[in-house]
């Protein structure tokens, strides 16, 4: 009782740190950029008291691109947590396993058949595109479980089947994007290497909900999953219907990394380092685990976000690459202690 | 006692018939693969935007005539073009059918190994710090980025835990190669190289020359002959470790010599035709499935077929959405995709 009472108490203030930390990076991210903006003026703006052109830096252009970092922060970690939960797999990533590269072929399917240009995609458009990277998802997700079923699913077998799916679509993605005019291509050779693109209040509006919905969801799962770690046979034991509760569990994690991909961009290994990070720190009882993964990608994602725009400017790496810059040896090491 | 000695003579002697047997069907194969190859390669510098006849590419070859456009096109755009498909293809098959022997890895292959995403970011450095690089610079600049990549990631293997399974190799080849490909990235956007590079990874043979025919058919000469040299202790090397050993090999030149091999004919390869990936896994696989697992005959016949399958799918890269081209590495994707999962499905057979 004590134990699980100074767990708690360690959640409670690991949380308070993160968050404290997300606030910090998002207060220096404002002011940081092209145009600087003074904190204070940073302060006044916010509260409508700037000027126009401050106005229309900070509320149209960095706010609503630092909310959608935290969003896709949040729902590809909680989609590696997920995925890694229900695969019994520590190496499981919605990158590695090519659903990211699914959803992210529909997209540029989407623009390449209905939008012509990466530049022109119309309202309308951008309320679909989430639709069109879930289905993208959903097919590879899909995909890769049959491909990977032979009397149940092997966790090594699934990682295999799914670095091959991933390089399927690859070639496919290359395909089209090689049809669009040069300009496109390297904005979607960008997109797809993960940047956080289209952001603007619009889609702000449409994903979160989105995602922020799927969160709880994951959160209420919390305890299907803690059972499903002990194994099929424990939990088949403890009443619980594995199969349907390993295939709504999916679903949401599919879900969670395809609306990522369709603001975000293919990012890769943040599904895989922040769970990583926040099972160190919490240890693996997904009540407590889930929501520190959560602010955990969050802040990463963020942090990454603001060391893009602004450690080499004027030129903007994009965040999925500097995702992958630190995060690649972490994986790495990983691969390296695992048996 | 006599009945022993007869069981041994009839041993032997099926081992020998065995043996010849082997001889016969790989010669058989060699020829037929080799004319095919002929053949493809006359229709490689038949098909394209400006149409040309069979008979046309025989003349040009036999009888040139300078002041014929068709002639020129064929000499100077289309034979390098055809050649070099050839070239890489055997290369990269090679290279593929070395390192699945060395590793005792069904996996193994350039494109898994982060041979291209080294030889990639090798060249993005050139071209970022030394714009005035040559032809040759170049080269050897992605000769040393595919080694880098073949060392980090057998590194990665040698020092973790359980050793090189399959699964490690394939998942430190994506982590390798994602590094690599982020850190070329993030170069090529700062340094404004990147349109440079877009072409490049996508894989083709659209600008090649006979300087390329060159590089590959020296760096590929010398590379082959090697690993003809060590094909019979990688046979041996690829029934185990203990095996070679105790049969006397030294396992540390073997081993190191045919990482030299799969160095040299990767990063002639790559520094030729780019990211071509799949060519390298695949053809191992279907020769040693037609031919058994004697490394004598496993490379010549690769080489013939990896040349083959290249020339082929660079016809098809033209041809599926002409008049443009498709990356011929989207080609070599789509076939090698599906068998990469019936691989990535199956049960881990012997070498």
């Known amino acids: ?339 | 006692m006599n009945g022993n000695a007869h069981q041994r003579e009839g041993n032997s002697l099926e081992l020998h018939k065995n043996k010849l047997k082997t001889s016969i069907k790989g010669t058989f194969v060699l020829i037929v693969g080799s004319i095919l190859i002929l053949i493809s390669m006359g229709l490689s510098i038949a098909y394209g935007a400006a149409d040309i006849k069979l008979g046309t590419v025989w003349e040009a070859v036999s009888h040139f005539n300078p002041e014929l456009t068709s002639h020129q096109i064929i000499q100077e755009i289309r034979m390098p073009r055809a050649i070099s498909a050839v070239l890489v293809g055997a290369l990269l098959a090679v290279s593929g059918a070395v390192m699945q022997g060395l590793t005792r890895n069904p996996l193994a292959s350039p494109s898994i190994m982060g041979v291209t995403d080294g030889a990639a970011f090798a060249l993005v450095i050139t071209l970022a710090f030394f714009p005035t690089a040559t032809m040759l610079g170049l080269t050897f600049s992605s000769f040393i980025g595919a080694g880098l990549g073949v060392i980090l990631v057998f590194t990665i293997g040698a020092f973790s835990k359980g050793g090189l399974t399959p699964v490690k190799l394939a998942l430190a080849g994506v982590a390798v190669g994602s590094m690599l490909s982020a850190y070329s990235s993030a170069i090529a956007l700062h340094t404004q190289v990147a349109k440079d590079m877009s072409f490049w990874y996508a894989g083709g043979l659209t600008t090649t020359t006979w300087g390329s025919v060159k590089i590959l058919l020296i760096a590929g000469g010398f590379g082959l002959l090697l690993a003809l040299y060590i094909s019979r202790s990688i046979t041996i090397l690829s029934l185990g470790e203990e095996v070679s050993k105790g049969l006397g090999q030294n396992t540390l030149l073997v081993k190191s010599l045919g990482v030299i091999v799969v160095l040299i004919l990767t990063g002639a390869a790559v520094s030729v035709a780019g990211a071509i990936g799949f060519i390298g896994l695949v053809i191992p696989h279907i020769t040693r499935f037609m031919i058994g697992s004697d490394y004598r005959w496993i490379i010549p016949i690769s080489a013939v077929f990896g040349g083959l399958l290249l020339v082929l799918a660079d016809i098809a890269a033209r041809m599926v959405n002409a008049p443009f081209e498709t990356p011929v590495g989207a080609i070599t994707a789509i076939i090698g995709v599906p068998f990469f999962l019936y691989l990535a499905r199956g049960e881990r057979r012997g070498l």
Do not use: C
Request: hydrophobic share 60%.
């Open chain 1, 1 to 339: 009782m004590t134990q699980s009472k100074a767990k708690q108490k360690k959640f409670i203030v690991l949380i308070g740190l993160l968050v404290i930390l997300t606030v910090i990076t998002f207060i220096i991210s404002l002011n940081l950029g092209v145009v600087r903006i003074a904190p204070l003026d940073v302060f006044k703006t916010l509260l409508g008291m700037g000027t126009a052109r401050d106005q229309l830096v900070l509320v149209d252009f960095r706010l609503p691109r630092m909310i959608l970092s935290l969003l896709i922060g949040a729902g590809l970690a909680v989609s590696g947590a997920i995925l890694q939960g229900v695969t019994k797999n520590d190496l499981a990533d919605p990158g590695i396993l090519g659903i990211n590269s699914g959803a992210g072929f529909m997209v540029i399917l989407f623009i390449y058949f209905f939008q012509g240009s990466m530049n022109s995609v119309t309202t309308f458009g951008i309320f679909l595109m989430p639709l069109f990277a879930l289905v993208g998802a959903v097919i590879a997700a899909f995909l890769i479980y049959l491909l990977a079923w032979k009397k149940g699913i092997d966790p090594v077998r699934l990682i295999l089947v799914g670095i091959g799916v991933n390089s399927g679509f690859g070639a496919a993605i290359v395909i089209f994007q090689l049809k669009m005019n040069p300009q496109d291509f390297m904005q979607a050779a960008v997109w797809l290497s993960g940047d956080i693109w289209g952001a603007n209040w619009k889609f702000v509006a449409i994903l979160a909900p989105l995602i922020l919905l799927l969160l709880p969801l994951a959160l209420y799962k919390a305890h299907t999953l803690n059972i499903m770690n002990l194994g099929d046979q424990v939990a088949t034991g403890l009443g619980i219907r594995v199969e349907k509760e390993r295939r709504l569990l999916l679903l949401v994690a599919v879900a969670l990394a395809g609306f990522s991909v369709a603001a975000g961009g293919g990012i890769a290994f943040l599904g895989l380092v922040a769970p990583h990070i926040s099972k160190r720190l919490i240890g693996p009882k997904h009540q407590l685990f889930l929501p520190i993964t959560a602010v955990l990608g969050s802040f990463l994602l963020l942090l990454a976000d603001t060391i893009g725009k602004n450690l080499l400017a004027p030129t903007q790496i994009p965040v999925g690459i500097v995702v992958a810059i630190f995060s690649a040896p972490y994986f790495i090491i990983l691969l390296m202690k695992a048996k």
